[in-house]
């Protein structure tokens, strides 16, 4: 596959050399050059350009602006700076601000040739993520689920068989392993799925309460019954009944359950007049049913009525070649829900987690994708992000955050505005430093407007001039 270099220089003898002599030492290469900083851009909004080669010093727009510039166009391009050798430390400030690399001038080829070799790997690399990126929600998945393995692709099938039908279904499998996903995309691909799906986490719900959410209840039923309660088969008339955890829930429910599922109809507590129910039952449970059938914890009959038929959601110890797929759509959950830029990881981390077991599953690796993202100031995860997670990690599991030892999660809206704070004033620091102290430029930068800047560093309590 042809890779494309631009190279934006002022010097057409230089221009013209590299233009000769590069694509005879770096295969499947083509080179476009531009003398001009406006021509250059132009060409990069017209084309899709992997590598650009810029000099620093170009006589109309200094090569800092100039990289800006790019990086607002096109801001995947890996751009390897020009410089003299007296400029070094504005090149080391061109890194900061986007740049790839850098290289001196003069320059002998074999060096530039390297340079331009690692950074025509990465950027294939990138281009090859951001294909993935956009090719997951057709080819990575099926109605919200994330996979390409044959055991995903079997369990596809099987959501898709399902859908079709009215039946009873079982899913089966191990904490985190997505089960209401799959009950969600059965419900949402059948007849029924105009209407939402309604959810009872079984566990969640007192004993002496489960009853009456399940089958209602009328006014004076009970102390504290001040009016009637429809409950949630009511609710889900003509939609999807989703019973999490079934395996959680008590004997002396099962038995009105039992009921219900064989008459088509419930009577709420304190009521004598029964209600028809047009309800699709789908039950869940990471637990040992036919143990418990045993220990008489978990009646048979009502086993066999929502075991129709069995889905089981695979662990990802069966199916690590997902992980990568995974880890990469929680990155893009998780940056979409905190609102930040979206950030991507690279080849190297995504390596290591796909070699790391995950014993809890998907939910485990969100959640380690989740404080990845904390510690991640940059547009790319790394290795030193995983590094951070692990130095930082809490819990029983010793941050595993996997299975019955999952680390500590605080509230969903506290852990937001915490992660938003540590990125603004992270994000602040970076442009002040970068633009020592200058305002005017970071807010350029950033796309803010002076005020607004000056507000967000007020509340940070921070002051341009100590970055002076």
Known sequence: ??????????????????????????????????????????????????????????????????????KKIDPWVTVVMMT????????????????YDFITKPFEIPDLVMVLQKALERSRLIRENMNLRQRLPEQAGFAGLIGQSPRMRKLYEGVQALARTDYSVLIRGESGTGKELVARAIH??????????????????????LESELFGHKKGAFTGADKDHAGLFLEADGSTLLLDEIGDIPVSVQTKLLRALQEREIRPVGGDKPRSVDVRIISST??????????????????YRLNVVTLHTPSLAEIPEDVPLLADYCLRVVCRELELPPKSFSVAALQEIARRPWPGNVRQLQNFVRRMVLFAPD??????EIGAVEEQSVGPAGGNGGGEGRPAIEPYLQSKDKLLERFTADYVKQLLTMTQGNVTQAADMAGLSRVALQKIIRRQKLRAEDFR
């Open 188 to 209: 949402q691909l059948s007849k029924r799925g105009q209407r939402p799906m309604v959810t009872v986490n079984c566990p969640a719900i007192p004993e002496n309460l």
């Open 84 to 99: 003299a050798y007296g400029s070094i430390e504005t090149a080391v400030t061109a890194v900061k601000r986007g740049a």
């Open 286 to 303: 990471n637990q040992d049913l036919e143990a418990k059938i045993k220990a008489h914890s978990f009646r048979e009959d009502l086993y």
């Open 379 to 384: 547009q790319e995860i790394g290795l030193p």
């Open 1 to 70: 596959m042809t890779s494309r270099l631009l190279i934006i220089d002022d010097e057409a003898d230089l221009l013209a050399a590299l233009a000769r002599i590069l694509p005879a030492e770096l295969a499947e290469l083509q080179v476009e050059t531009a003398s001009k900083a406006e021509a250059g851009l132009a060409l990069i909004r017209e084309q899709s350009i992997d590598v650009l080669l810029l000099d620093i010093r170009m006589p109309e727009v200094s090569g800092l602006d100039l990289l800006s510039e790019v």
